[in-house]
């Protein structure tokens, strides 16, 4: 990705041009985010049902929704009151927060600018960064217990 970024600075270099055009940079994008969730719709939804009737899935359920919901709310209405973030930058920043390529695909679908694109390419390197650093922080503590 460092080597991508790198020669896209140069743009050519000798009859090597370091850019995608525009309609297949979108192709791709839509592909990729079309296998995802084929092979999660696949994973997923096998026993759902028998999850949620018998078991803690209800529970889980509720617990997972209020992971997602509060945080989102949180940073969504600190964004947009107390630096007046617009709503489509807005988008691109919760689903780089949530590292949701879908939800990065709908705001980028209505929005008819790269504010989406641009805020969730800011925020999602730090994001999978912290998530890696966090998991390897609770491995540590919890080897020492």
Known sequence: ?????IFSRFGKVGKFVFHIPAGANL???????VLFLACVGLMSGGKIIETLIHGDGLRWMFAGALITFVPII????GARYFYKTNYMQLCGLLAGSMTDPPALAFASGIAHSEGPAI?????YPLV??????????FVIILSQL
Do not use: N, S
């Open 74 to 77: 949180v940073v969504g209405f």
């Open 128 to 137: 999978m960064l912290l998530r890696i650093l966090t998991c390897q922080l």
């Open 27 to 33: 192709w791709v994008r839509e592909l990729g985010i």
């Open 119 to 123: 805020t969730y390419a800011t925020v």
């Open 1 to 5: 990705m460092l080597v991508a970024l």
